[in-house]
C-alpha cells in the first residue's frame, strides 16, 4: 500500500513538473527547447525535490572555492623571492629529509626559500607569536609558518594570532573533504581556513612479532595483559608528548569504557571521576613498564631508539603506518608490525597555520599548496613518511598509482588502522589529562 501511494505521489509530481516545464517552454518567445533538453531539466528538478535523490556536489572542490587563476598568479607573483621559517617539530628524520630534499626543492622551483626551524615541541612557535603579539610586533614576525593541530591550534585562534581565509581557497584545496567534520573541524575546534591539512595520522601499536605474539594485540586488554606479564618490554613518552599524550588519552579512554562520556564541552566532574579510574590502570601498569616507570622517554625519537635496541618490543606511534621505513633501512627488525585493538585507535589530522603577523604569507600557502598536492602526497606514501594522505587521492590523476602502492610486510593498510577509530577530545580535555597524568601518575 505504501509503495503504491508512494508511486502515486511520484507520478503526480512527474505530471506537475512536466506541466510547469510545458508553461515556461511556452513563455520562452522564439526560443525552441529540444524534449531531451526538458528531460534533463526534469531529472534534475526530481533530483533535488524527491527526497533520497541526491544532487552531485561541484567536481572542482569539496565545500570550497578556491582561488581564482588570476588570484593565484598574484600570490605566486608575491611569493617569488621569500624565505619562509616553517617552525616544525624537528625529531623525526624521514620527516626533516621529506621537508627539506623534497618539499624545499619543489618550492625552489616556485622561487620560495623553505627554512625548517625544528621545535621540541609546537607550543615554542606558539609562544613565540604570542610574545610578538604581546609587544606589540603585527608585522615582521620571525614565524612565517607552524606544523599544528589539536591544542596550540586553539591557543591562537583564542589569541587571534592566526592568519585566516586562504586554506580552502588554495588550489590542491580541492582535494581535501572540507564537508568532513574530522578536517573542518580540529579537535573539536573551527578550522575556518586558518589551517590546511597536509597528513592524517591514526595512530597504531607498533611491535616486534618474534616476542609479542598476535593473540596480544587483538584487544587492548589482551595488550595491558602481556605488558603485565611481560615487565620492561613497553613504555610510552611522558605527557604532553604528541605521542605520549595520544598513549595517555587511549588508556583513559579504556580506563573509562569508551570515550563517549567525554565528547563534547569540558566538565570538571566527569574528568575527575574518568582520570580517578585512568591514574588506577596506569599506576598498576607501572611497575611493568620500561625501567618500572621510574622514568620515560621524551618523544617519539627516544622511544623508537629503545625499540630499535631492543629494550621494548612495542609502542604506541602516530606514524606507525610508516614505521616500515625503518625497517627497509636495517633500523627496526623485520619482524616489526603493525596492528589497531578491535576497540580502535585515536586519529586526527595535521595542519600548517600561518601567523597573523608574518611578513611572508604568500610564500607559506604556496608551501602549503605544494604539501597537498597529489604529488607530495603520493611521495610521503612512497618514503613512508608520516601517516596517510590528508586530501581524496581517488579524486586526482594519481589515484591508481596511490591504490597500487603494495603494504609492506611490517605495516598494514591505512582502512585497518582506521577501523573504529577513536576522536580526539577538544582542546580543554586535552589539558587536563595531560594535567592529570603528571599530578596522578608521574608524581604518584
Keep these: 500500500m505504501k509503495s503504491t501511494q508512494v508511486l502515486l505521489r511520484s507520478r503526480k509530481l512527474n505530471v506537475n513538473l512536466r506541466s510547469t516545464l510545458s508553461i515556461v517552454h511556452r513563455g520562452l518567445k522564439g526560443v525552441r527547447m529540444k524534449f531531451k533538453l526538458l528531460n534533463k531539466l526534469l531529472i534534475v528538478v526530481m533530483a533535488v525535490t524527491i527526497p533520497g535523490v541526491i544532487s552531485t556536489a561541484p567536481s572542482n572542490a569539496f565545500g570550497t572555492k578556491t582561488y581564482t587563476s588570476g588570484q593565484w598568479k598574484k600570490i605566486l607573483k608575491q611569493a617569488e623571492?621569500?624565505?619562509?621559517?616553517?617552525?616544525?617539530?624537528?625529531?623525526?628524520?624521514?620527516?626533516?629529509?621529506?621537508?627539506?630534499?623534497?618539499?624545499?626543492?619543489?618550492?625552489?622551483?616556485?622561487?620560495?626559500?623553505?627554512?625548517?626551524?625544528?621545535?621540541?615541541?609546537?607550543?615554542?612557535?606558539?609562544?613565540?607569536?604570542?610574545?610578538?603579539?604581546?609587544?606589540?610586533?603585527?608585522?615582521?614576525?620571525?614565524?612565517?609558518?607552524?606544523?599544528?593541530?589539536?591544542?596550540?591550534?586553539?591557543?591562537?585562534?583564542?589569541?587571534?594570532?592566526?592568519?585566516?581565509?586562504?586554506?580552502?581557497?588554495?588550489?590542491?584545496?580541492?582535494?581535501?573533504?572540507?564537508?568532513?567534520?574530522?578536517?573542518?573541524?580540529?579537535?573539536?575546534?573551527?578550522?575556518?581556513?586558518?589551517?590546511?591539512?597536509?597528513?592524517?595520522?591514526?595512530?597504531?601499536?607498533?611491535?616486534?612479532s618474534t616476542v609479542v605474539p598476535r593473540s596480544a594485540v587483538k584487544t587492548l586488554s589482551g595488550f595491558i595483559d602481556w605488558v603485565k606479564a611481560n615487565p620492561g618490554k613497553f613504555t610510552y613518552p611522558a605527557p604532553p608528548d604528541f605521542n605520549g599524550s595520544m598513549t595517555a588519552r587511549r588508556l583513559f579512554y579504556h580506563a573509562n569504557g569508551g570515550y563517549s562520556d567525554f565528547l563534547g564541552s569540558y566538565d570538571e566532574s566527569k574528568f575527575k571521576a574518568g582520570m580517578e579510574?585512568?591514574?588506577?590502570?596506569?599506576?598498576?601498569?607501572?611497575?611493568?613498564?620500561?625501567?618500572?616507570?621510574?622514568?620515560?622517554?621524551?618523544?617519539?625519537?627516544?622511544?623508537?631508539?629503545?625499540?630499535?635496541?631492543?629494550?621494548?618490543?612495542?609502542?604506541?606511534?602516530?606514524?606507525?603506518?610508516?614505521?616500515?621505513?625503518?625497517?627497509?633501512?636495517?633500523?627496526?627488525?623485520?619482524?616489526?608490525?603493525?596492528?589497531?585493538?578491535?576497540?580502535?585507535?585515536?586519529?586526527?589530522?595535521?595542519?600548517?597555520?600561518?601567523?597573523?603577523?608574518?611578513?611572508?604569507?604568500?610564500?607559506?600557502?604556496?608551501?602549503?599548496?605544494?604539501?597537498?598536492s597529489p604529488a607530495a602526497q603520493l611521495k610521503m606514501q612512497v618514503d613512508g613518511v608520516i601517516g596517510s594522505p590528508a586530501i581524496v587521492m581517488n579524486r586526482t590523476q594519481l589515484s591508481g598509482k596511490y591504490r597500487s602502492l603494495p603494504i609492506h610486510p611490517s605495516s598494514t593498510s591505512p582502512a585497518k588502522l582506521a577501523k573504529n577509530a577513536n576522536p580526539e577530545l577538544t582542546a580543554a580535555w586535552l589539558r587536563a589529562i595531560d594535567a592529570g597524568w603528571i599530578k596522578d601518575v608521574q608524581q604518584k
Design 277 to 372: 579510574k585512568t591514574a588506577t590502570l596506569l599506576n598498576s601498569l607501572e611497575p611493568s613498564l620500561w625501567r618500572k616507570g621510574a622514568t620515560y622517554p621524551a618523544n617519539i625519537g627516544e622511544l623508537e631508539k629503545l625499540y630499535a635496541n631492543g629494550e621494548i618490543s612495542a609502542y604506541f606511534n602516530y606514524g606507525a603506518l610508516a614505521s616500515f621505513a625503518n625497517v627497509k633501512t636495517g633500523l627496526f627488525p623485520e619482524s616489526t608490525r603493525v596492528a589497531a585493538f578491535a576497540e580502535g585507535m585515536i586519529g586526527n589530522i595535521s595542519y600548517v597555520a600561518v601567523p597573523y603577523n608574518s611578513p611572508n604569507k604568500a610564500g607559506a600557502q604556496v608551501i602549503a599548496n605544494i604539501l597537498q
Design 81 to 208: 623571492g621569500q624565505t619562509v621559517n616553517w617552525y616544525m617539530w624537528g625529531g623525526g628524520a624521514k620527516i626533516n629529509t621529506y621537508v627539506n630534499d623534497y618539499i624545499g626543492a619543489e618550492a625552489k622551483k616556485l622561487g620560495v626559500t623553505l627554512n625548517q626551524v625544528k621545535l621540541g615541541a609546537t607550543a615554542e612557535a606558539v609562544n613565540k607569536v604570542l610574545g610578538e603579539k604581546q609587544a606589540g610586533k603585527n608585522t615582521d614576525g620571525s614565524v612565517d609558518m607552524i606544523w599544528i593541530n589539536g591544542e596550540n591550534f586553539a591557543t591562537g585562534v583564542q589569541a587571534d594570532i592566526w592568519h585566516c581565509d586562504w586554506a580552502t581557497k588554495l588550489p590542491s584545496a580541492k582535494y581535501v573533504d572540507w564537508n568532513s567534520p574530522s578536517v573542518s573541524s580540529d579537535f573539536g575546534t573551527p578550522v575556518n581556513g586558518c589551517e590546511a591539512p597536509w597528513a592524517t595520522a591514526s595512530s597504531g601499536l607498533v611491535y616486534d
